[in-house]
């Protein structure tokens, strides 16, 4: 699926990025640029080079979750493997780590920071502990640098060693591990820091919309769109788990761990919409709550591997003939080629230099195909936080704009010709004296 499917436009800003490779960004930190820089720098500028990184990241995912569960179930030697299978064919990531976005590292280093927890916390006495804390803490970090809602991962795990009977907070471990976190995420406060705060504060500044009066369509959004991506089985093996986990009082370091998260979202959504995708962090260790119940995990398992497949099959091939509105991926994925295509010809017609974008999504993903004879300029004002990036005041362009769903239109550039398909449009418009960034 990584390398057949083509690029979405969230996909190509990062590429973007990953052409200049700094501390931070505007919209999130670092990590997810590093993997693509890699990846393409091994593969080259391909779709497949894109995603590489994550592919190998699901894999390695999934074995640390095998080895958190040992650890955290010792009587129960399947609960690991369990947990692992529980997360691979969820939704968000059984296919979600096919793409590459912040939540692909996130979760890899999520799963990493549990099962360093997790040997931690049952390792004996002296250097060994010591070296089990010092990786939490560098795991940890790392998700930091991958997305900030790793801040809730890391709330969980100080309120765990704060509040556990075992006085965890008299120990040099965790100690050890807060200061490496510290300064694994020291880029980003560096970035941040010599920015304004500018990421920090478009990031916090989702809470300042708040509409209480809607607060159960979003809450309603908010279980629907995790039972949906976590898929219902699988939703259900880890409603009974932390069921079980509640009243048994054990491995409360997994409750620890959901909590914060938890409460933030559930917060979140009685003023504002959270995105199906925000809960990404707690998603390895709600699959370590689930295998670690064992209720209906075969049944689950099975019935939702079938749905990604099914979901697979679907994004690659179109076995149903859907309308784009009904096909999330067909919107994101399909007829981008086409466009970058027809609007190098309409350039060429119309005697412009470069083609203009004021979307930033749009523009990343026009420079991923890259007209050959056609510079591509951006005006969002992402572009000013990125570095390396030249500005350019031309004459003779095309400014091309999007104007959301449409059917038919004058000037309307339609990216899919599918019968009925409610389709995003592009109006573009002849124009002179324009000023952006120059992009790759």
């Known amino acids: 699926m990584a390398g057949l499917l083509p690029l979405t436009p969230d996909e190509a800003y990062y590429w973007v990025w990953s052409r200049h490779l700094q501390a931070s960004y505007l919209d999130h930190p670092f990590m997810v640029a590093w993997w693509i820089r890699l990846g393409t720098d091994l593969l080259g500028p391909s779709v497949m080079g894109v995603r590489i990184v994550g592919v190998f990241a699901s894999a390695g995912a999934s074995l640390a979750l095998i080895s958190a569960g040992r650890c955290l179930w010792p009587q129960k030697p399947q609960a690991g493997l369990r947990a692992a299978c529980l997360l691979n064919v969820t939704l968000l990531f059984g296919v979600g780590m096919a793409s590459m976005t912040p939540d692909t590292p996130l979760m890899f280093f999520s799963a990493l920071t549990l099962w360093a927890l997790s040997h931690a916390l049952y390792a004996s006495q002296g250097n060994r502990q010591l070296f089990w804390w010092g990786l939490v803490g560098g795991c940890l970090g790392l998700a930091g640098d991958s997305k900030y809602t790793a801040l809730f991962l890391a709330l969980g795990i100080a309120g765990f060693v704060l509040c556990s009977s075992r006085r965890l907070w008299c120990r040099l471990g965790p100690w050890v591990s807060a200061g490496t976190a510290g300064l694994m995420v020291m880029p980003v406060l560096w970035w941040n820091a010599t920015h304004h705060w500018a990421s920090f504060a478009k990031q916090g500044g989702r ?234």
């Open 207 to 440: 809470a300042g919309v708040w509409h209480p009066a809607r607060a159960l369509d979003f809450l309603g959004e908010l279980l629907a769109g995790q039972i949906g991506l976590a898929t219902p089985l699988v939703f259900l093996c880890i409603c009974i788990g932390l069921w079980r986990l509640w009243q048994s009082k054990q491995v409360s370091v997994l409750l620890w761990c959901l909590i914060p998260g938890g409460l933030i979202f559930i917060a979140h959504a009685c003023g504002d919409r959270v995105q199906a995708n925000w809960p990404s962090v707690l998603y390895p260790a709600l699959a370590l709550v689930g295998g670690g119940a064992g209720r209906y995990w075969k049944s689950a398992v099975v019935s939702s591997a079938f749905l990604c497949v099914a979901v697979t099959f679907q994004a690659l091939w179109e076995p149903l003939p859907l309308a784009a509105h009904w096909n999330p991926i067909l919107r994101q994925t399909a007829g981008w080629n086409r466009l970058a295509d027809y609007l190098e010809k309409r350039a060429q017609e119309q005697g412009a230099q470069a083609l203009v974008f004021e979307d930033y999504a749009l523009a990343s993903i026009m420079a991923y195909y890259h007209p050959e004879r056609t510079i591509i300029i951006g005006q969002d004002v992402r572009w000013s936080y990125l570095g390396g990036l030249s500005r350019r005041t031309m004459d003779h362009v095309l400014i091309v704009r999007d104007v959301g769903y449409v059917f038919s239109g004058k000037d309307i550039v339609i990216r899919s010709t599918q019968r009925g398909a409610r389709v995003r449009g592009y109006h573009v418009q002849y124009s002179e004296h324009v000023t952006g960034a120059l992009l790759p």
